[in-house]
């Protein structure tokens, strides 16, 4: 089988796993709801009302949201590792997450005191915008900070020591909010796709569509990457150009992605090694679209793994992705001792 053909064909399965997984999200929750029940939904051919409602403006919503957080944090956490050519950076490593959060506490404490609804507009907006000006900011002061230090384990250590300096900033907030102020916010940080709506879509969508094609576009750049700066420049690509590029793409896709589905961990740093070792190449015009496809995946699963709970609890996302996602990463660096290098 030639190299091309078995792409091809990992790609397809991935997509059919991709497709079993959304309907069976859409099958999962509380109320027992069969496929062939979903399936008279989406054909408009249901007359149960509860049926259409608990499918289109629920599961719906966020199966849609799995599939986008899931294909976001996997492209970021690629090129962050691309960017920094470090196998461990991710959202969640380099104190992304945690700049996210920050934010997000300051604009949820703020917005609460001036008696803004969560359910409006301007909240939505405003969420998202912290959230996205949150990674994007934190981002840019390890793009700095990696001009200095060149160091990948003392890149890293910064990166968390960031995390805990974020930590306890969001803790001074929370130790001031309302108990209402908290609860939102303590809600938020243990991610849910559940909060996701069909106005929220509106937004979601277009801007994680629009990121993806972008990130499509930086697949040369990021393949020179990999060959290192000297290379790159001597092949006509503008390095300083494309950094901000992917800096600033990767703020919005993690920021975004932060805002409606909360700080999901694992899944950005986690999904590309899945990639490289399901389709062992590092070009970027496979393992991009594959780390999408994959970060889908895993989080449309961990989804559906949450409804497994007795009676009607659900488990936080943030929980299934840790309980897989940690692994993984603990199995590559028994696997690669040079992978922290």
């Known amino acids: 089988m030639t190299p091309r053909k078995k792409y091809y064909v990992e790609f397809i399965l991935l997509i059919l796993i991709l497709i079993v997984l959304f309907v069976q999200s859409l099958c999962s929750g509380t109320a027992d709801i069969g ?24 599961r719906f919503p966020k199966a849609i949201a799995a599939v986008l957080c899931g294909v976001s944090l996997s492209v970021c956490g690629l090129m962050m590792q691309t960017l920094f050519r470090n196998p461990l950076a991710g959202p969640d490593v380099l104190g992304i997450n945690s700049g996210s959060s920050l934010f997000v506490a300051f604009f949820i404490t703020g917005s609460s005191a001036l008696g803004m609804g969560t359910q409006s507009i301007l909240y939505n907006g405003g969420l998202t915008f912290f959230a996205a000006a949150g990674s994007l900011l934190t981002l840019l002061l390890i793009l700095a900070i990696s001009l200095r230090i060149k160091n990948n384990i003392t890149l890293l250590l910064t990166g968390i020591m960031l995390g805990y300096i974020y930590g306890a900033l969001q803790s001074m907030f929370e130790y001031f909010a309302n108990p209402v102020q908290l609860k939102s916010f303590v809600l938020w940080g243990m991610g849910s796709i559940s909060n996701v709506t069909l106005d929220h879509l509106k937004v979601f969508v277009p801007v994680c569509l629009i990121g993806f094609i972008l990130s499509l576009l930086l697949v040369k750049p990021l393949n020179l990457f990999l060959l290192g700066d000297n290379y790159a420049k001597t092949s006509g690509l503008n390095i300083k150009a494309t950094k901000w590029k992917i800096i600033i793409l990767t703020g919005v896709l993690s920021g975004i992605s932060t805002a409606f589905c909360g700080p999901i961990a694992f899944i950005g740093l986690a999904v590309p090694h899945l990639a490289r070792i399901i389709f062992k190449t590092n070009n970027h015009k496979i393992i991009l679209p594959a780390s999408a496809l994959i970060g889908a995946i895993t989080l449309l699963f961990c989804d559906i793994a949450g409804n497994l709970a007795p009676g009607n609890l659900f488990i936080p996302i943030n929980v299934t992705t840790s309980l897989i996602g940690a692994p993984i990463v603990i199995w590559l660096l028994f696997k690669n001792k040079n992978l922290s290098a």
Not at 38 to 58: G, K
């Open 35 to 58: 496929f062939f029940k979903v399936l008279n939904v989406l054909r408009n051919n249901e007359s149960n009302n509860a049926y259409i409602q608990i499918v289109f403006e629920h």
